[in-house]
């Protein structure tokens, strides 16, 4: 929306449309938060995108990218412990890369308070696993919210930073991919505008801050009677809320966004069940869920991905010798996996109680159509860099890929990468496959934003311990699978302009001997120096540089002096060879009913990558016009 | 009311669901509603759905319960009813073709248009067809459909006057311009 960044500012309270991670922008700034941070990943970044619709002198507090999400946990909490009221934000495996720092929070006096705000994803939208973070809040004892909508985030975040602010300790806030995306018309409150700033407010009295032997077990003692405070104060139960449809049979207890489900179930249900709706899942509240198991004959209990509440209330009922309910959980390996639609709650009311809902009639309703997985846009550099690499490489070469749009290089007709793990870690098992390589090559591929991210330490350690690899990097100059984040490699940050810190420069400093450095465009030349580079006993890096078209696209279509080209395809030269098509594979290219190739023109953008490829070049731009 | 938004990343299909939102919002309708965001919109099949009525929970749709599919690619009309629309439903579809990988490695079959029209004889949808083939800038094929929508008065309470003033919202300058243009064009 045009004028988002003023009215997020606004003084009065306000309605607006607005998605859960914008929603959240509003808390922010309504809570007095001073201090926000994050690494970019999906369903998060909006928030940022949220953030950047308000000038940045206008900002009433400081936000940045960081390199990686540990790094982005440390800024929060130096800022928490210095007085600031502070937020961090990332995807759901983003904890598992802040978790060494995140681990000793609520062992912390965080004077300022502190809440990390985790984009989890059921359903897999956009990650490589469907994690249920919630675990962590119980192994690092740290309090956590689960709102169900967009309102609720926002209410939410206001709960959480006057629970972090009052009892000085972290607070993890928990979305779920469709509660950062759902959009509703979300009321908002007053703001009084930004608070004066504070003198720094760090004084090791208010520690200790450091978690060494003996000193941590008061440390613990201390987050622990915090959890067992926020329980017997009744602020757990505080965020329950209870659902009466009389029914003293059946009760159903559940949160978040599965809450939503089950209530457009239940719309069509003549006996619907009490329902117990928890907004903090731990430390559970156990008045309220005692209270409910009390009441009903059977409970069932609908939770997303793993069985973490269930666990807790069957341990409560057995610890209260509650023989007389029945608590129904999870039964199914399908009923750990998978986002909790309106379908799929569905499916698990119907397999315990069949007499209250309909049973969904088996899905007839195949697919028939080729699906459309993502894949790399017209003109990038990436596809050009695999198109060339890949005849640099034998048939048994192993190619390890990475996290990023690089990753779509896995797909056919590429099919360059053959493992992928996680952000970084590309270079370091690339040396362990290298151990053992016998005839084989081994090629690692990394992105720009995620060599700073997580791959330096394995890049260092390839030097370190001399493996024997070949790392390609695929540098764009931005962070482009999230949505073009800027990082440390773009000249610029999130707030300014800033020098560069070039990749090349910094694999010297690192003392990599075999450096070679090419335009991915150049697609001979960069088949040569891959060729080269894998004959070389060690580590070689190949840097494959262009800047990320759809980013430069989309600035350029914004410029005055634009013109848009396309290239096409001379029929009096194209002996349909097809390595456009079915090598190259631009998705601008097709084969029309005729038999002829042709460009689409809505996806062209002349950007030339595809000439190279065509045996015959009969790939040109019209009228002899060049890029 | 369900409707049920598909088409490829970068086509559009995110703004085309917040203007429709924010005129079923004009009109006083409560509604909820989702886009896809990240991966697939490189791409990828990118789907937005609006759930509006008297009272609504979530956003998601479940399969065969789409009143109206929007469509901005035949392939993405014909893969969201197969799974979404219901019998008697309505389709609207920019008619353009972006083929999906498999196609264009000749390893799955071309669809047509009359695979559409197929599709829709059989269930009974009404199908409306948008394209204006003066377009130059395929960023605006969204509007195209708008303007069917609107003009046609498919959705009841979405008016002419309200998708303009949910444009206005959302758009400013040279942009709003164009694409109040376009969308008045494209309303006979
Ligand atoms: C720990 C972690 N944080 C964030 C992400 C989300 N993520 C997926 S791809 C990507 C960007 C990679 O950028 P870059 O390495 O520059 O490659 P590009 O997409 O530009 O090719 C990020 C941040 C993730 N998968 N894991």
Redesign the interface.
């Known amino acids: ?2 004028k988002l960044g003023k009215l997020l500012l606004s003084k009065d309270p306000f309605q607006e ?1 607005v ?1 859960g991670n914008t929603a959240l922008v509003r808390a922010m700034i309504e809570s007095g938060t001073e201090v926000i941070t994050s690494y970019p990943g ?2 998060t ?2 928030i940022a995108s949220a953030i950047s619709s308000i000038e940045f002198e206008k900002r009433p507090f400081y936000f940045e990218f960081s390199t990686n999400e540990k790094v982005a946990t440390e800024i929060a909490y130096g800022a928490a412990i210095n007085g600031q009221l502070s937020t961090v934000f990332f995807k759901s495996v983003g904890l598992n890369v802040a978790s060494d720092t995140f681990m000793q929070l609520s062992l912390m006096n965080i004077i300022g308070g502190m809440i990390i705000i985790l984009g989890d994803d059921p359903g897999l ?2 990650s490589q696993n469907e994690q249920d973070n919630r675990h962590y809040a119980k192994m690092s004892y740290t309090p956590i919210l689960e709102p169900s ?1 967009p309102q609720e985030a926002y209410d939410y975040y206001l709960k959480a930073a006057d629970l972090a602010r009052t009892k000085q300790i972290p607070v993890l806030l928990r979305l779920t991919t ?1 509660v950062c ?5 979300v009321s908002f409150s007053s703001w009084n505008g930004p608070y004066d700033k504070k003198r720094s407010l760090f004084n090791p009295e208010n520690g200790p801050y450091i978690p060494v032997t003996s000193k941590v077990i008061p440390m613990k003692t201390r987050a622990l009677k915090n959890l067992r405070a926020i329980e017997d104060e009744g602020i757990s139960d505080s965020f329950a809320e209870s659902v009466n449809n009389n029914n003293s049979k059946r009760g159903i207890i559940t949160m978040g ?1 599965p809450y ?2 089950l ?2 179930v239940l ?1 069509q249900s003549n006996w619907p069940p009490d329902i117990l709706k928890l907004g903090m899942t731990f430390p559970l509240p156990r008045q309220k869920i005692l209270h409910f198991l009390k009441e009903h004959e059977e409970i069932k209990i609908l939770e997303e991905l793993d069985s973490e509440i269930e666990l807790m209330i069957k341990a409560l009922a057995f610890d209260n010798a509650l023989s007389n309910v029945k608590i129904i959980g999870k039964e199914n390996v399908q009923d750990w996996i998978g986002e909790y ?3 799929k709650i569905t499916q698990l009311l119907f397999s315990c109680w069949p007499d209250m809902v309909k049973p969904i009639l088996s ?1 007839n ?13 017209p003109g990038c550099g990436h596809r050009s860099a695999f198109h060339a690499i890949k005849k640099a490489l034998k048939a048994d070469d192993i190619k390890v890929g990475d996290i990023g ?1 690089h990753t ?1 290089g896995h ?3 590429y099919n360059m990468g053959d493992i992928v793990m996680c952000m970084g870690a590309s270079p370091a098992i690339a040396s362990g496959l290298s151990l053992n390589k016998g005839t084989r090559n081994i090629i690692a591929f990394m992105g720009d934003s995620t060599f700073f991210h997580a791959a330096m330490p394995s890049v260092i350690n390839a030097i370190f311990n001399n493996h024997n690899f070949t790392m390609i990097l695929m540098e764009n100059g931005t962070t482009a ?2 949505g073009h984040q800027d990082n440390p490699s773009s000249g610029r940050n999130f707030n300014e302009t800033v020098e560069k810190i070039p990749i090349r420069k910094v694999l010297e400093g690192f003392g990599v001997e075999h450096i070679f450095e090419v335009d991915a465009y150049k697609q001979q030349e960069l088949s040569e120096l891959v060729k080269e580079a894998i004959t070389i006993e060690g580590f070689s890096v190949v840097i494959a540089k262009h800047p990320c078209m ?1 980013k430069l696209t989309r600035q350029n279509k914004n410029k005055k002096s634009y013109v848009l080209k396309h290239v096409e395809i001379d029929q009096n030269i194209c002996v349909l060879h097809k390595e456009c ?2 090598d190259f ?1 631009c ?1 601008s ?3 029309a ?1 005729s038999g002829q190739i042709v460009v ?1 023109q ?2 062209c953008i002349g950007d030339g990558s595809c000439r190279q490829t065509c045996p015959v070049s009969a790939i040109n731009y019209p009228s002899g016009e060049s890029l | 009311m369900n409707i049920y938004i598909s088409g ?3 086509q559009g299909a995110g703004m085309l669901s ?1 203007i429709l ?2 005129a079923i ?1 004009y009109a006083g309708i409560d ?15 990118v789907v937005s759905q609006i759930r509006f009525g008297e ?1 609504v ?4 749709i ?3 319960e789409a009143h109206m599919c929007i469509a901005l690619e035949l ?2 009309a ?2 969201s009813m ?2 979404f629309i219901c019998d008697g439903g309505i389709l609207v579809y920019y008619d ?16 047509k248009e009359q695979n559409i029209l197929d599709f829709c004889q059989k269930h009974k949808i009404s199908a409306v067809k948008a394209f204006d083939k003066n377009l130059v800038d ?1 960023r605006m094929q969204n509007v195209v459909i708008l303007a069917q929508i609107a003009g046609k008065g498919l959705i009841e309470g979405v008016t002419i006057e309200l998708i303009e003033k949910a444009m206005e ?4 300058g040279k942009l709003l311009e164009t694409n109040l243009k376009v969308f008045r064009e494209n309303l006979s």
């Open positions: 929306m045009k449309i998605m999906s369903p970044p909006e939208h956009s909508s469709h995306h759902t959009k509703q018309k966004m939503l489900s209530k457009d719309t639609t309106p379908e899905d309703r195949e697919i028939t159509l080729s699906p459309r997985p993502p894949q790399l846009c749009c779509l797909l056919p007709p699978m999230t759809l098509i079915e594979a998705p290219f097709s084969i009913e689409n809505d996806l | 490829v990343g970068g917040e939102v924010r919002d509604f909820k509603a989702v886009d896809t965001h990240g991966l697939a919109q490189r791409g990828g099949t009272k929970y979530t956003p998601l479940r399969s065969g392939h993405e014909l893969r197969e799974k353009t073709i972006w083929e999906p990988l498999g196609v264009r490695l000749g390893n799955d079959e071309k669809i395929t919202d959302l758009m400013d």
